[in-house]
């Protein structure tokens, strides 16, 4: 299997601008996550999905986030409008769903809003 | 809240010597705990895991320990070689629900 796929691999854009992520989870897998990380906060969850549903949205910073999950093999996270702050590195993970969670991470994308 | 504490200082050590890499937890008792390590530029990549009843689990080179007493697990690399430098995160189950919850990671350097 290729792993967890993830696109763009590096962003850079102007405040303002829409941003949207992708990821293409480990087939198979029942969950997919989103996480955010940066120096200061370390890796944050932002969204969970289970069976393409998504099922804890707590982490998502506010509205300007949003995340769908269309099918199995698919996720988009989009940011609207972009602001600095949201600088980062923003990682797709997925697990099989058995009880012990192991995850498995996408190479990340690296985000630059100017 | 749950909380997961590392030490966020890099710990540099000598090629050939152990690594030992501390994880506090507090506010709960995690049915089991979770070593992932990260290299830079890319994503965390799980090692080992360790259950709350278990107090030792080893993997080649690497030793976990969980003592549930003082909620905390250590993490050991013997004969530690240059490649194993990378940031060790530590995770646990969150409370409900699938969350995981990572602390915030040791950078490890071994020097040649």
């Known amino acids: 299997d290729a792993g967890v796929i993830q696109s763009p691999r590096h962003e850079v854009t102007e405040m303002g601008q829409e941003v949207t992520l992708r990821c293409k989870p480990i087939?198979?897998?029942?969950?997919l996550f989103w996480y955010r990380q940066t120096m200061m906060r370390g890796l944050e969850l932002l969204i969970y999905f289970n069976n393409n549903v998504p099922i804890d949205d707590s982490g998502m910073p506010e509205d300007r986030f949003s995340a769908k999950m269309p099918n199995a093999s698919f996720s988009t996270l989009k940011i609207q409008p972009s602001e600095p702050r949201d600088s980062a590195v923003y990682f797709c993970?997925?697990?099989?769903?058995?009880?012990?969670?192991?995850?498995?991470f996408g190479p990340g994308t690296r985000l630059l809003v100017l | 809240s749950q909380k997961i504490e590392q030490n966020s200082e890099a710990l540099n050590i000598q090629e050939g010597k152990t690594a030992t890499l501390t994880c506090n937890y507090t506010?709960?008792?995690?049915?089991?705990l979770q070593w992932y390590r990260q290299d830079p530029g890319r994503g965390p990549v799980f090692l080992l895991l360790?259950?709350?009843?278990?107090k030792e689990k080893r993997k080649e080179r690497l030793k976990v320990t969980f003592d549930t007493t003082l909620k905390q697990s250590l993490f050991h690399i013997t004969a530690s070689q240059p490649a194993d430098s990378a940031t060790y995160l530590c995770?646990?189950?969150?409370?409900?629900?699938?969350?995981?919850?990572f602390g915030a990671g040791t950078r490890l350097f071994v020097k040649a």
């Open positions: 087939s198979g897998h029942d969950y």
């Open positions: 993970a997925s697990s099989p769903g058995l009880t012990e969670r192991t995850q498995y």
């Open positions: 506010n709960y008792s995690p049915a089991y």
């Open positions: 995770a646990s189950p969150g409370r409900g629900g699938f969350k995981t919850i």
């Open positions: 360790i259950r709350e009843n278990e």
